[in-house]
T-cell receptor
Framework: ETGVTQTPRHLVMGMTNKKSLKCEQH?????MYWYKQSAKKPLELMFV???????ENNSVPSRFSPECPNSSHLFLHLHTLQPEDSALYLC???????????FGPGTRLTVL | AQSVSQHNHHVILSEAASLELGCNYS??????LFWYVQYPGQHLQLLLK??????LVKGIKGFEAEFIKSKFSFNLRKPSVQWSDTAEYFC?????????FGGGTRLMVKP
């Protein structure tokens, strides 16, 4: 595998479910990011991790919980989501903060 | 807080037409500037970037962009588009640790 991979690619969940999104980067980068891409809205930065430490939480509700166990892996734990949370969730990585970011294919999330 | 504006939300062109997509940002300090493209069903990928130096930047697939500091602009251009350029284009500005994206421009190129 090369680049940034995300699993699952599609996820349908109920509002009471708990699920996790996974991101893995094979580029040796030190910074990783979660974004939310909704229809008719700009791409929204959610979280930033730099050398496994969270450096940004862009006012994201607590029903989204990130985890970065090492520089190559990033998770987004989901709990009691709302239908308006349905979106494409993108993971990205960069060598350093401020450098160009490389994106994964995203997870298409539908909350019923 | 910084913001990025892309004024053209939808653009329709015929093949061989010239393209210019506008991007303006609001931030007074030093910025890194990017254009990303998202082809249908594919990842966001980098078209070109500006960090410093020559304000006219050349990217992949014949795209270029010009940074005009006095206008806070970083417009994307291509002299002759192809059907395969049909995609959504995003301007992004990085000031500090935050990458802020514009709302995107959907380009459709008619054969």
């Amino acid at each position: 595998e090369t680049g940034v991979t995300q699993t699952p690619r599609h996820l349908v969940m109920g509002m009471t479910n708990k699920k996790s999104l996974k991101c893995e980067q094979h580029l040796g980068h030190n910074a990783m990011y979660w974004y939310k891409q909704s229809a008719k809205k700009p791409l929204e930065l959610m979280f930033v991790y730099n050398f496994k430490e969270q450096t940004e939480n862009n006012s994201v509700p607590s029903r989204f919980s990130p985890e970065c166990p090492n520089s190559s892996h990033l998770f987004l734990h989901l709990h009691t989501l709302q239908p308006e949370d349905s979106a494409l969730y993108l993971c990205a990585s960069s060598q350093l903060l401020g450098n160009e970011q490389f994106f994964g294919p995203g997870t298409r999330l539908t909350v019923l | 807080a910084q913001s990025v504006s892309q004024h053209n939300h939808h653009v329709i062109l015929s093949e061989a037409a010239s393209l210019e997509l506008g991007c303006n940002y609001s931030y007074g300090g030093t910025v890194n500037l990017f254009w990303y493209v998202q082809y249908p069903g594919q990842h966001l990928q980098l078209l070109l970037k500006y960090f410093s130096g020559d304000p006219l930047v050349k990217g992949i697939k014949g795209f270029e962009a010009e940074f005009i500091k006095s206008k806070f602009s970083f417009n994307l251009r291509k002299p002759s588009v192809q059907w395969s350029d049909t995609a959504e284009y995003f301007c992004a500005v990085n000031a500090g640790n935050m990458l802020t994206f514009g709302g995107g421009t959907r380009l459709m190129v008619k054969p």
